[in-house]
Structure formats: C-alpha cells, structure tokens
C-alpha cells in the first residue's frame, strides 16, 4: 500500500512562489511516475505535471511550463512542484499521484493541500 502526503500549501500574492513537498510511504517505494493534479472550486481536475521516478524526465501542461518545476528525491522517497510567479488562476487544492506501472493509472493520490494566490 502507498501513501502520499502532500504540504507546503499555503496563500501567497501573485508573482509569489512556493514549494509544495509530497512524501510517499510504503514497502519498496518505486512507482514508474510522479505526477501533479490541481482542482480549483468548481473546475475538473487539471494535470499539472509529472516526473519519471527513474531518470527523472519532467513533462508540464502548457499552463503551467516555464513557471512550475517538478523534482525529486529517491532516497528520501520525495516528489516537489516549485511554484514560481504564480497567478491567481493558480489558486486550487494540488494533489500529487504515484502512477506504479507503465500500463497502470494513477492508483495512488494525497489528500491535497490547499494553494491559494491572491491578486
């Protein structure tokens, strides 16, 4: 079974940054991908990001790319989303997701943390 906590959400301005942190727990930790989902009030849940947990390769949605980097740590089974000059079409709860297989979905997701920008 897997875990994800995601944290570092908080309110910032826009143009602010932040760095959201999500720590996966579990026997022998080792999914195929990490990615980034965002679900602002009343909107579908958005794909934000991802990154192979082998290799590291990084993939953004167009909203997002330039500004959100999306990184690692195997050792300490992390997966962070740097949020850099965000804007208030940002403001949603972001949730990170293991996907464990190359044919599987997204199985496992954390609760969310709450990341709101204000103009």
């Known amino acids: 079974q897997v875990q994800l906590v995601e944290s570092g959400g908080g309110l910032v301005q826009a143009g602010g940054s932040l760095r959201l942190s999500c720590a996966a727990s579990g026997r022998a930790f080792n999914p195929y991908i990490m990615g980034w989902f965002r679900q602002a009030p009343g909107k579908e849940r958005e794909f934000v990001g991802r990154i192979y947990w082998s290799g590291g390769s990084t993939y953004y949605a167009d909203s997002v790319k330039g500004r959100f980097t999306i990184s690692k740590d195997n050792a300490k089974n992390m997966v962070f989303l740097q949020m850099n000059n965000l804007n208030v079409e940002d403001t949603a709860v972001y949730y990170c997701?293991?996907?464990?297989?190359?044919?599987?979905?997204?199985?496992?997701w954390g609760q969310g943390t709450q990341v709101t920008v204000s103009s």
């Open positions: 997701a293991a996907r464990l297989a190359v044919l599987s979905a997204y199985d496992y």
